[in-house]
């Protein structure tokens, strides 16, 4: 477990590091994700980070109390900006959804070649 959390916190404050040092505009944990991202590709995912992922999905409900908290201190300017919250929101699903139906279509696809090449090879 400490492992995990380690190999973690290593990725996020490389990620971190890298972002300031380079002056980006991406945060330093987004990139320390596709640092993480990067490794698993090529390494494979260990046991030991699977439980720690295992663990930080059991308290994910608590990393949702600061959205909650920030909501209830801005609820008098969310009732002015009613409208544009709700076009932005509705907005934003739908391309989501747009963009994930893409996505499962593209590697659908890709999957289906790849099944047939496998295919093609093992009849003879």
């Not at 590091?17 to 944990?29: F, H, K």
């Not at 699903?93 to 295919?119: D, F, N, P, W, Y």
Request: glycine share 10%.
């Amino acid at each position: 477990m400490v492992r995990g959390i380690t190999a973690l916190l290593v990725c996020q404050l490389a990620g971190e590091i890298t972002t300031r040092a380079l002056n980006l505009p991406a945060p330093g944990p987004v990139l320390g994700m596709l640092l993480l991202f990067g490794i698993l590709l090529w390494r494979g995912a260990p046991d030991w980070l699977d439980q720690v992922g295992q663990g930080l999905l059991r308290l994910l409900p608590l990393f949702f109390v600061p959205a909650g908290v920030g909501i209830m201190n801005h609820a008098q300017l969310m009732q002015t900006e009613w409208l544009a919250l709700l076009a932005i929101l509705l907005i934003s699903t739908v391309v989501t959804m747009i963009t994930t139906a893409g996505a499962l279509l593209i590697l659908s696809r890709l999957a289906g070649i790849r099944k047939e090449h496998e295919g093609a090879t093992k009849s003879y």
